[in-house]
């Protein structure tokens, strides 16, 4: 009889692991795409910086 139960609380012990494990899985998924995003709105805020530069150097060019 011990050892049937010490199965059955082993696999619960083993999915709660799991459970921990999924949790931890997630939190880091959001904070990845947290930081994807961040980046991509600060890539993007570089890219337009670059179009006005770019913009304004032809300008220039075109005046001379």
């Given at each position: 009889?011990f050892?049937?139960?010490f199965?059955?609380?082993?696999?619960?012990?083993g999915?709660?692991?799991?459970g921990?494990?999924a949790?931890?899985?997630?939190?880091?998924?959001?904070?990845?795409?947290?930081q994807?995003?961040?980046?991509?709105?600060?890539?993007?805020?570089?890219?337009?910086?670059?179009?006005?530069a770019?913009?304004?150097?032809?300008r220039?060019?075109?005046?001379?």
């Amino acid at each position: 009889m011990f050892w049937p139960m010490f199965a059955v609380a082993l696999g619960f012990v083993g999915l709660a692991v799991l459970g921990v494990l999924a949790v931890r899985v997630f939190v880091e998924a959001q904070r990845l795409g947290r930081q994807v995003t961040d980046s991509a709105r600060r890539i993007n805020r570089a890219a337009e910086d670059l179009d006005r530069a770019a913009e304004s150097a032809a300008r220039s060019v075109d005046a001379l």
